[in-house]
Protein backbone atom coordinates (compact mmCIF):
# COMPACT_ATOMS: atom_id res chain seq x y z
CA UNK A 1 0.00 0.00 0.00
CA UNK A 2 1.14 3.59 -0.23
CA UNK A 3 2.14 4.90 2.98
CA UNK A 4 0.06 7.39 4.70
CA UNK A 5 0.90 10.31 6.89
CA UNK A 6 -0.93 11.20 9.75
CA UNK A 7 -0.09 14.60 11.89
CA UNK A 8 -0.67 15.99 15.59
CA UNK A 9 0.07 15.52 19.26
CA UNK A 10 0.37 11.74 19.38
CA UNK A 11 -0.70 10.40 22.73
CA UNK A 12 -0.48 9.37 25.69
CA UNK A 13 3.01 11.74 25.91
CA UNK A 14 1.18 14.52 23.17
CA UNK A 15 4.51 15.55 21.36
CA UNK A 16 2.99 16.72 17.94
CA UNK A 17 4.54 14.30 15.27
CA UNK A 18 4.55 13.42 11.92
CA UNK A 19 3.33 9.71 11.79
CA UNK A 20 3.72 7.35 8.79
CA UNK A 21 1.17 4.07 8.43
CA UNK A 22 3.49 1.50 6.05
CA UNK A 23 3.11 -2.32 5.33
CA UNK A 24 4.09 -4.44 8.03
CA UNK A 25 7.14 -6.52 7.08
CA UNK A 26 5.06 -9.90 6.47
CA UNK A 27 3.34 -7.93 4.23
CA UNK A 28 -0.94 -8.08 4.30
CA UNK A 29 -3.05 -7.97 6.55
CA UNK A 30 -4.26 -9.94 9.11
CA UNK A 31 -3.95 -10.99 12.61
CA UNK A 32 -5.56 -12.20 15.76
CA UNK A 33 -5.99 -10.97 19.13
CA UNK A 34 -2.59 -10.39 20.29
CA UNK A 35 -1.96 -8.62 16.37
CA UNK A 36 1.55 -9.57 15.72
CA UNK A 37 3.13 -7.82 13.31
CA UNK A 38 1.25 -8.52 9.66
CA UNK A 39 -0.98 -5.29 8.71
CA UNK A 40 -0.08 -1.99 8.07
CA UNK A 41 2.95 -0.49 10.55
CA UNK A 42 4.08 2.68 12.63
CA UNK A 43 6.96 4.24 11.53
CA UNK A 44 8.31 7.76 12.02
CA UNK A 45 10.96 7.46 9.85
CA UNK A 46 9.90 9.75 6.93
CA UNK A 47 8.36 8.55 3.96
CA UNK A 48 8.57 10.03 0.75
CA UNK A 49 5.79 10.57 -1.07
CA UNK A 50 3.29 9.94 1.58
CA UNK A 51 -0.48 10.86 1.58
CA UNK A 52 -1.54 13.17 4.63
CA UNK A 53 -4.66 11.46 5.35
CA UNK A 54 -5.44 13.52 8.17
CA UNK A 55 -4.48 15.77 11.44
CA UNK A 56 -5.41 16.01 14.70
CA UNK A 57 -4.66 14.37 17.77
CA UNK A 58 -3.79 11.08 17.60
CA UNK A 59 -4.71 8.45 20.17
CA UNK A 60 -3.70 4.24 20.14
CA UNK A 61 -6.81 2.54 18.87
CA UNK A 62 -9.01 2.57 22.42
CA UNK A 63 -10.48 -0.52 24.60
CA UNK A 64 -13.94 -1.62 25.30
CA UNK A 65 -12.25 -4.12 28.27
CA UNK A 66 -16.13 -5.30 29.31
CA UNK A 67 -18.29 -6.45 26.46
CA UNK A 68 -20.37 -9.14 25.15
CA UNK A 69 -19.88 -9.80 21.24
CA UNK A 70 -22.58 -12.70 20.38
CA UNK A 71 -24.78 -11.87 23.27
CA UNK A 72 -28.12 -9.54 24.05
CA UNK A 73 -29.98 -9.32 26.52
CA UNK A 74 -31.59 -13.15 25.87
CA UNK A 75 -28.13 -15.25 25.57
CA UNK A 76 -26.49 -15.57 21.92
CA UNK A 77 -27.05 -14.03 18.96
CA UNK A 78 -26.43 -14.94 14.97
CA UNK A 79 -23.41 -13.87 13.93
CA UNK A 80 -24.76 -11.46 12.09
CA UNK A 81 -25.94 -9.43 15.04
CA UNK A 82 -22.44 -10.37 16.66
CA UNK A 83 -20.80 -8.71 14.02
CA UNK A 84 -22.87 -5.57 13.87
CA UNK A 85 -22.12 -5.38 17.69
CA UNK A 86 -18.44 -5.20 16.75
CA UNK A 87 -18.91 -2.88 13.86
CA UNK A 88 -20.79 -0.43 16.41
CA UNK A 89 -17.43 -0.66 18.65
CA UNK A 90 -14.90 -0.34 16.02
CA UNK A 91 -16.89 3.19 14.32
CA UNK A 92 -16.29 4.22 17.97
CA UNK A 93 -12.73 3.96 17.84
CA UNK A 94 -12.55 0.72 20.15
CA UNK A 95 -10.28 -1.25 18.31
CA UNK A 96 -9.27 -3.97 20.82
CA UNK A 97 -12.20 -5.80 22.99
CA UNK A 98 -11.88 -7.95 25.95
CA UNK A 99 -15.13 -9.95 25.56
CA UNK A 100 -16.17 -10.57 29.43
CA UNK A 101 -18.59 -13.70 28.25
CA UNK A 102 -20.47 -15.40 25.46
CA UNK A 103 -22.52 -18.31 24.74
CA UNK A 104 -21.44 -18.72 20.80
CA UNK A 105 -18.13 -19.05 19.34
CA UNK A 106 -16.99 -15.61 18.24
CA UNK A 107 -13.57 -16.78 17.66
CA UNK A 108 -13.91 -16.26 13.41
CA UNK A 109 -13.68 -12.47 14.32
CA UNK A 110 -9.95 -13.44 14.62
CA UNK A 111 -10.03 -13.57 10.66
CA UNK A 112 -12.09 -10.59 9.73
CA UNK A 113 -9.44 -7.41 9.55
CA UNK A 114 -12.02 -4.98 9.59
CA UNK A 115 -13.15 -5.93 12.78
CA UNK A 116 -11.83 -5.39 16.53
CA UNK A 117 -8.92 -7.36 18.03
CA UNK A 118 -10.86 -9.71 20.67
CA UNK A 119 -10.13 -11.26 23.42
CA UNK A 120 -12.56 -13.52 24.78
CA UNK A 121 -13.21 -15.18 28.10
CA UNK A 122 -15.10 -17.90 26.96
CA UNK A 123 -18.88 -18.60 28.38
CA UNK A 124 -19.59 -17.18 32.14
CA UNK A 125 -19.48 -20.11 34.79
CA UNK A 126 -22.57 -19.88 37.21
CA UNK A 127 -24.54 -21.86 39.21
CA UNK A 128 -27.55 -23.32 38.36
CA UNK A 129 -30.23 -20.78 38.44
CA UNK A 130 -27.71 -18.49 39.94
CA UNK A 131 -27.26 -16.07 37.01
CA UNK A 132 -29.24 -14.75 33.57
CA UNK A 133 -31.14 -17.61 31.96
CA UNK A 134 -28.88 -18.82 28.58
CA UNK A 135 -25.57 -17.13 29.13
CA UNK A 136 -23.83 -19.06 31.59
CA UNK A 137 -22.53 -22.94 31.87
CA UNK A 138 -24.69 -23.76 34.84
CA UNK A 139 -22.44 -25.92 36.76
CA UNK A 140 -21.89 -27.14 40.78
CA UNK A 141 -18.95 -25.96 42.54
CA UNK A 142 -16.44 -29.62 41.91
CA UNK A 143 -17.10 -29.45 38.12
CA UNK A 144 -15.67 -25.53 38.38
CA UNK A 145 -12.02 -26.52 37.97
CA UNK A 146 -13.04 -28.80 34.68
CA UNK A 147 -14.56 -26.13 33.30
CA UNK A 148 -12.25 -23.60 33.71
CA UNK A 149 -9.85 -25.51 32.39
CA UNK A 150 -12.36 -26.22 29.17
CA UNK A 151 -12.92 -22.52 28.82
CA UNK A 152 -9.47 -21.65 29.07
CA UNK A 153 -8.39 -23.61 26.25
CA UNK A 154 -11.17 -22.36 24.04
CA UNK A 155 -11.00 -18.53 24.52
CA UNK A 156 -8.16 -16.39 24.24
CA UNK A 157 -6.57 -16.22 27.93
CA UNK A 158 -8.71 -15.31 30.03
CA UNK A 159 -12.00 -17.00 32.24
CA UNK A 160 -15.02 -15.66 33.56
CA UNK A 161 -16.86 -16.88 36.58
CA UNK A 162 -20.12 -15.21 37.93
CA UNK A 163 -18.76 -14.31 41.30
CA UNK A 164 -21.95 -13.20 43.06
CA UNK A 165 -26.31 -13.28 42.33
CA UNK A 166 -29.33 -13.27 43.97
CA UNK A 167 -29.97 -16.11 46.37
CA UNK A 168 -33.92 -16.76 46.03
CA UNK A 169 -33.40 -18.01 49.49
CA UNK A 170 -31.94 -15.44 51.62
CA UNK A 171 -33.35 -12.37 49.36
CA UNK A 172 -30.07 -11.27 48.52
CA UNK A 173 -26.79 -11.26 46.64
CA UNK A 174 -24.59 -13.99 48.23
CA UNK A 175 -21.44 -16.08 46.69
CA UNK A 176 -22.03 -19.07 44.20
CA UNK A 177 -18.66 -20.89 45.13
CA UNK A 178 -16.77 -21.65 48.26
CA UNK A 179 -13.27 -21.32 49.00
CA UNK A 180 -12.05 -24.55 48.22
CA UNK A 181 -13.61 -24.33 44.84
CA UNK A 182 -12.08 -21.18 43.60
CA UNK A 183 -8.77 -22.28 44.67
CA UNK A 184 -8.48 -24.68 42.41
CA UNK A 185 -9.81 -23.20 39.89
CA UNK A 186 -7.57 -20.10 39.73
CA UNK A 187 -4.66 -22.92 39.91
CA UNK A 188 -6.14 -25.00 36.98
CA UNK A 189 -6.68 -21.68 34.95
CA UNK A 190 -3.26 -19.77 35.88
CA UNK A 191 -1.55 -23.13 34.93
CA UNK A 192 -3.27 -22.95 31.52
CA UNK A 193 -2.19 -19.68 31.22
CA UNK A 194 -5.21 -17.58 31.60
CA UNK A 195 -6.36 -14.91 33.94
CA UNK A 196 -9.52 -14.73 35.94
CA UNK A 197 -12.22 -12.31 36.41
CA UNK A 198 -15.49 -12.16 38.13
CA UNK A 199 -18.64 -10.54 37.95
CA UNK A 200 -19.45 -9.30 41.63
CA UNK A 201 -21.96 -6.52 42.35
CA UNK A 202 -21.92 -7.09 46.34
CA UNK A 203 -19.43 -7.84 49.35
CA UNK A 204 -19.67 -11.28 50.37
CA UNK A 205 -18.14 -13.00 47.51
CA UNK A 206 -15.00 -10.53 47.29
CA UNK A 207 -12.45 -12.02 49.82
CA UNK A 208 -12.57 -15.35 48.61
CA UNK A 209 -12.14 -14.49 45.11
CA UNK A 210 -9.53 -11.79 45.92
CA UNK A 211 -8.02 -14.13 48.31
CA UNK A 212 -7.69 -17.30 45.88
CA UNK A 213 -5.73 -15.07 43.42
CA UNK A 214 -8.40 -14.05 41.21
CA UNK A 215 -6.82 -11.45 38.43
CA UNK A 216 -9.59 -9.06 37.75
CA UNK A 217 -13.10 -8.13 39.22
CA UNK A 218 -15.91 -6.84 37.39
CA UNK A 219 -18.20 -4.10 38.90
CA UNK A 220 -16.84 -4.10 42.44
CA UNK A 221 -19.47 -1.74 44.36
CA UNK A 222 -18.84 -3.86 47.14
CA UNK A 223 -15.19 -3.09 47.87
CA UNK A 224 -13.71 -2.37 51.08
CA UNK A 225 -10.43 -1.05 52.20
CA UNK A 226 -8.72 -4.06 53.76
CA UNK A 227 -9.79 -5.73 50.12
CA UNK A 228 -8.79 -2.64 48.05
CA UNK A 229 -5.38 -3.18 49.88
CA UNK A 230 -5.11 -7.05 49.10
CA UNK A 231 -6.19 -5.76 45.66
CA UNK A 232 -3.40 -3.87 45.18
CA UNK A 233 -0.69 -6.48 46.75
CA UNK A 234 -2.15 -8.93 44.63
CA UNK A 235 -1.75 -6.67 41.60
CA UNK A 236 -5.54 -7.32 41.13
CA UNK A 237 -7.06 -5.20 38.00
CA UNK A 238 -11.04 -3.56 38.61
CA UNK A 239 -13.32 -2.85 35.70
CA UNK A 240 -15.94 -1.07 37.31
CA UNK A 241 -18.25 -0.57 34.06
CA UNK A 242 -19.36 2.59 35.24
CA UNK A 243 -22.39 2.82 33.30
CA UNK A 244 -23.67 -0.21 33.88
CA UNK A 245 -23.96 0.67 37.64
CA UNK A 246 -26.57 3.37 36.82
CA UNK A 247 -29.05 0.25 36.37
CA UNK A 248 -28.62 -0.59 40.01
CA UNK A 249 -31.95 1.68 40.66
CA UNK A 250 -34.19 -0.29 37.94
CA UNK A 251 -32.60 -3.61 39.45
CA UNK A 252 -34.03 -3.12 42.46
CA UNK A 253 -37.16 -1.80 41.70
CA UNK A 254 -37.77 -4.84 39.34
CA UNK A 255 -37.36 -6.99 42.66
CA UNK A 256 -39.89 -4.80 44.40
CA UNK A 257 -41.66 -6.73 47.09
CA UNK A 258 -40.52 -9.93 46.37
CA UNK A 259 -36.65 -9.40 47.08
CA UNK A 260 -36.59 -6.43 49.36
CA UNK A 261 -33.45 -6.97 50.67
CA UNK A 262 -32.16 -7.27 47.56
CA UNK A 263 -33.69 -3.92 46.33
CA UNK A 264 -32.56 -2.01 49.72
CA UNK A 265 -28.52 -4.19 48.99
CA UNK A 266 -28.51 -2.61 45.14
CA UNK A 267 -29.93 1.19 45.94
CA UNK A 268 -26.82 0.77 48.80
CA UNK A 269 -24.30 -0.46 46.57
CA UNK A 270 -25.57 2.48 43.85
CA UNK A 271 -25.89 5.23 46.57
CA UNK A 272 -21.95 4.75 47.44
CA UNK A 273 -20.93 3.29 43.85
CA UNK A 274 -18.56 6.67 43.32
CA UNK A 275 -16.76 6.76 46.75
CA UNK A 276 -16.07 2.80 46.27
CA UNK A 277 -14.03 2.96 43.07
CA UNK A 278 -12.49 6.35 43.72
CA UNK A 279 -11.02 4.45 46.97
CA UNK A 280 -9.58 1.77 45.29
CA UNK A 281 -8.44 4.20 42.39
CA UNK A 282 -6.88 6.21 45.08
CA UNK A 283 -5.17 3.39 46.94
CA UNK A 284 -3.78 2.07 43.50
CA UNK A 285 -5.48 -0.35 42.07
CA UNK A 286 -5.27 -0.11 38.12
CA UNK A 287 -8.51 0.60 36.75
CA UNK A 288 -9.85 0.05 33.09
CA UNK A 289 -13.02 1.00 31.40
CA UNK A 290 -15.66 -1.68 30.01
CA UNK A 291 -18.99 -0.71 29.25
CA UNK A 292 -20.83 -4.10 29.73
CA UNK A 293 -22.69 -3.76 26.19
CA UNK A 294 -24.18 -6.65 24.73
CA UNK A 295 -26.52 -7.96 27.36
CA UNK A 296 -28.82 -4.77 28.04
CA UNK A 297 -26.34 -1.74 26.76
CA UNK A 298 -25.60 -0.84 22.98
CA UNK A 299 -22.22 -1.34 22.06
CA UNK A 300 -20.26 1.54 20.69
CA UNK A 301 -20.49 3.35 24.32
CA UNK A 302 -16.70 3.34 24.92
CA UNK A 303 -16.42 7.59 24.78
CA UNK A 304 -19.31 7.52 27.33
CA UNK A 305 -17.69 5.18 29.79
CA UNK A 306 -14.53 7.50 29.77
CA UNK A 307 -17.02 10.35 30.44
CA UNK A 308 -18.37 8.87 33.47
CA UNK A 309 -15.02 7.35 34.81
CA UNK A 310 -13.62 11.23 34.86
CA UNK A 311 -17.27 11.81 36.68
CA UNK A 312 -16.28 9.73 39.30
CA UNK A 313 -13.13 11.51 39.73
CA UNK A 314 -10.33 9.90 37.21
CA UNK A 315 -8.35 13.04 35.56
CA UNK A 316 -9.19 13.02 32.16
CA UNK A 317 -5.68 11.68 31.27
CA UNK A 318 -5.95 8.50 33.63
CA UNK A 319 -9.63 8.32 31.96
CA UNK A 320 -8.97 8.02 28.55
CA UNK A 321 -5.88 5.86 29.05
CA UNK A 322 -8.09 3.05 30.62
CA UNK A 323 -9.87 2.91 27.50
CA UNK A 324 -6.20 2.77 25.46
CA UNK A 325 -2.59 3.04 26.14
CA UNK A 326 -2.92 1.41 29.88
CA UNK A 327 -5.64 -0.79 28.68
CA UNK A 328 -3.80 -2.02 25.66
CA UNK A 329 -0.88 -3.22 27.47
CA UNK A 330 -2.63 -5.05 30.39
CA UNK A 331 -4.38 -6.57 27.65
CA UNK A 332 -1.37 -7.55 26.04
CA UNK A 333 -0.88 -5.30 23.41
CA UNK A 334 2.24 -3.07 24.06
CA UNK A 335 2.05 -0.97 21.40
CA UNK A 336 0.73 1.91 21.88
CA UNK A 337 2.17 3.32 18.36
CA UNK A 338 5.56 3.06 19.06
CA UNK A 339 8.15 2.16 16.04
CA UNK A 340 6.88 -0.72 14.02
CA UNK A 341 4.30 -1.64 15.97
CA UNK A 342 0.29 -2.08 14.64
CA UNK A 343 -1.05 0.81 13.43
CA UNK A 344 -4.28 0.60 15.60
CA UNK A 345 -5.56 4.07 16.19
CA UNK A 346 -8.42 7.18 16.02
CA UNK A 347 -7.82 10.66 15.17
CA UNK A 348 -9.74 13.21 16.82
CA UNK A 349 -10.08 17.03 15.50
CA UNK A 350 -9.83 18.35 18.86
CA UNK A 351 -7.88 17.44 22.13
CA UNK A 352 -9.83 14.86 23.90
CA UNK A 353 -8.06 15.52 26.95
CA UNK A 354 -9.23 18.98 26.99
CA UNK A 355 -12.82 18.06 26.34
CA UNK A 356 -13.44 14.25 26.21
CA UNK A 357 -16.83 14.63 24.98
CA UNK A 358 -14.28 15.15 21.77
CA UNK A 359 -14.47 11.00 21.64
CA UNK A 360 -18.00 10.43 20.72
CA UNK A 361 -17.17 11.76 17.14
CA UNK A 362 -13.80 10.24 15.78
CA UNK A 363 -12.66 12.06 12.39
CA UNK A 364 -10.90 8.63 11.57
CA UNK A 365 -10.07 5.32 12.44
CA UNK A 366 -7.44 3.22 11.74
CA UNK A 367 -7.18 -0.61 12.51
CA UNK A 368 -4.03 -2.86 10.94
CA UNK A 369 -3.04 -0.07 8.85
CA UNK A 370 -6.65 0.59 6.99
CA UNK A 371 -8.92 3.38 7.06
CA UNK A 372 -11.75 1.59 8.36
CA UNK A 373 -14.28 4.37 8.94
CA UNK A 374 -15.29 7.11 11.84
CA UNK A 375 -18.72 8.17 13.17
CA UNK A 376 -19.31 10.90 10.77
CA UNK A 377 -20.08 7.75 8.09
CA UNK A 378 -22.92 6.68 9.51
Not at 78 to 95: I, M
Amino acid sequence: MTAMRFRGPVLPDGEPRDLYVVDGPEGGTGGGPRGGSRGGIVTYERQPGAELVAEGWIVPGLVDAHCHVGLDEHGGVSDTEAEQQAVADRDAGALLLRDCGSPVDTSWVHDRDDLPRLVRAGRHLARPKRYIRNYAHEIEPEELAGYVAQEARRGDGWVKLVGDWIDRETGDLAPLWPRDALDEAMRVAHAHGARVTAHVFGEAALPDLIGSGIDCIEHGTGLSEDLVEEMVAGGVALVPTAMQLDNFPKYAEQAGAKFPRYGEHMLDLHLRRRQTIMAAHEAGVPIYAGTDAGGVLPHGQIAGEVRELAAFGLTPFEALGAASWRARTWLGLDDNLAEGTPADLVVYDADPLGDLSVLADPALVVLRGRIVGSMRDA
